[in-house]
């Protein structure tokens, strides 16, 4: 069975793709692509300073505090939107950055904050288990049965944020982002063709790290912005269709 390791790893980011494509495509609508970066970074900023004020925290106490980080930005962004949409996605952007900034001043305090941030940025995907891979397949169990609601504000951001926060201590914040941001660019043309393509890129990602011996967190983040990128090189299409 030890030639099988691979199938959890894989099994996470299938899962992953599943549950946060769909969110994307809703990201790309409303115009908000930071933000993931900022509800991501808002997460991360809350798990840090659990581990540097709490010795030894369980997994549910950091869980649980980074789905409070990462609900607190939503809200955040979901009040800015609504209040300045000419300036959102500028405006996000600042949450992104003030969230980081708390980030690395609370690792500071945490003799191996900067291991831990570098974790967060860019997980190793190999580590993932099958309780990790658990997790994400009920996450994408639960953004398929809420689908037809995504469209509608007080949905959307809850869902986003709870999704995000137990995605991204597995993934990492790149992987994360790139899930959403890569398939969506492809979705306006056909929603399969997008989840093939990231599927594929997901593989060759971590074939490139098995072959390299690299960080699996980042080759399969650069693979799914490859794959994105491609989509400036097709057909212009119609806005994407949202409707399940």
């Known amino acids: 069975m030890a030639e099988l390791w691979f199938l959890a790893p894989a099994a996470a980011l299938l899962a992953g793709l599943l549950a946060l494509a769909p969110l994307g495509v809703q990201v ?12 991501a970074q808002a997460a991360a900023a809350a798990a840090l300073g659990v581990a540097a004020w ?21 809200a955040l962004v979901a009040w800015l939107a609504r209040r300045a949409p000419a300036q959102r996605e500028a405006l996000i952007g600042l949450v992104y950055v003030a969230a980081a900034c708390a980030a690395l001043l609370t690792a500071r305090s ?3 904050g900067r291991e831990r941030m570098a974790e967060l940025l860019a997980a190793d995907v190999l580590w993932a288990g099958w309780p990790q891979a658990g997790v994400l397949a009920a996450c994408a169990l639960g953004v398929g049965l809420l689908q037809r609601w995504l469209a509608q504000d007080r949905w959307f ?10 995605a991204m201590p597995v993934l990492g914040l790149f992987v994360v982002f790139a899930l959403l941001i890569a398939p969506a660019l492809w979705w306006r043309r056909k929603p399969s063709t997008a989840m093939l393509g990231a599927s594929l ?9 098995g072959v390299l011996d690299a960080p699996s967190g980042a080759c399969v983040a650069l693979m799914l912005a490859l794959f994105g990128a491609l989509s400036a090189f097709r057909r212009s299409a119609a806005p994407p269709d949202l409707q399940p």
Do not use: K, M, N, Y
């Not at 890129?201 to 790290?209: D, K, M, Q, R």
């Open 28 to 39: 790309l609508r409303r115009g908000v692509v930071f933000i993931d970066l900022a509800v």
């Open 54 to 74: 709490v010795e030894h925290p369980g997994w549910w106490i950091a869980q649980g505090a980074a789905l409070c980080g990462a609900l607190l930005a939503a």
């Open 110 to 112: 945490d003799p191996h």
């Open 157 to 166: 951001f809850p869902s986003f944020a709870l999704v995000t926060s137990l």
């Open 201 to 209: 890129a997901l593989v060759l990602g971590l074939g490139i790290s």
